[in-house]
């Protein structure tokens, strides 16, 4: 563009054939949003392909405390990114049946993250229900959020069971990983 400008000012007679300009720059991209560390994994990135700081941070462990402990039912703190919430829940009890435990878990995440702005700007949540048998149709998975969507899914009306529309556009907009193909080798008691 820079020679056909000039070639245009030269035939004008009004300036130099040939003027340098300084190359537009690129905006910068953070190339991590937010992330965490997989449990068991060899200690891959979740979500990104960068390799950002990670720590156990304040919000993960204040979720954690928040979670009503239950037999069956066990959560864990993930190392993470800054200004990111990663909680981990699994469900292991095959008398009951599949998110029982696992969903009020999630909702109290969910009521707490979006009530506490201090928490962090992104929650991630790694979730799992053991299912006992020859396959286990439940992979790990991960999801990760930004704030606002919380808030908005909290505001909008989290389901005490099973799925609304409001549940269904949280999940849909999630940046989710399967971290274990469905129909895997049992993992369960």
């Not at 037999?71 to 599949?98: C, M, Q, R, Y």
Request: glycine content about 8%; overall charge negative.
């Amino acid at each position: 563009m820079t020679v056909a400008l000039g070639a245009l000012t030269a035939a004008c007679g009004k300036g130099p054939a040939l003027r340098s300009v300084a190359p537009v720059p690129t905006p910068s991209v953070n190339p991590v949003l937010a992330d965490v560390i997989s449990p068991g994994l060899q200690h891959n990135y979740v979500f990104e392909q960068g390799t950002p700081p990670v720590d156990f941070q304040p919000g993960s462990t204040t979720l954690i405390d928040r979670i009503q402990k239950v037999s069956g039912f066990h959560t864990a703190a993930l190392k993470s990114t800054e200004d990111s919430a990663a909680v981990w829940l699994i469900e292991n009890d095959p008398k009951v049946a599949w998110g029982t435990l696992l969903r009020p878990a999630e909702r109290t995440v969910f009521e707490q993250f979006a009530a506490n702005p201090n928490l962090g700007d992104w929650l991630i949540l790694l979730t799992d229900v053991v299912v006992a048998g020859p396959r286990d149709p439940i992979p790990l998975t991960a999801y990760r959020w930004a704030r606002a969507d919380v808030e908005e899914y909290v505001t909008c009306g989290i389901p005490k069971s099973g799925q609304n529309d409001c549940s269904s556009k949280f999940f849909e907009i999630a940046r989710t990983v399967v971290l274990q193909k469905p129909g895997g080798a049992p993992h369960g008691d």
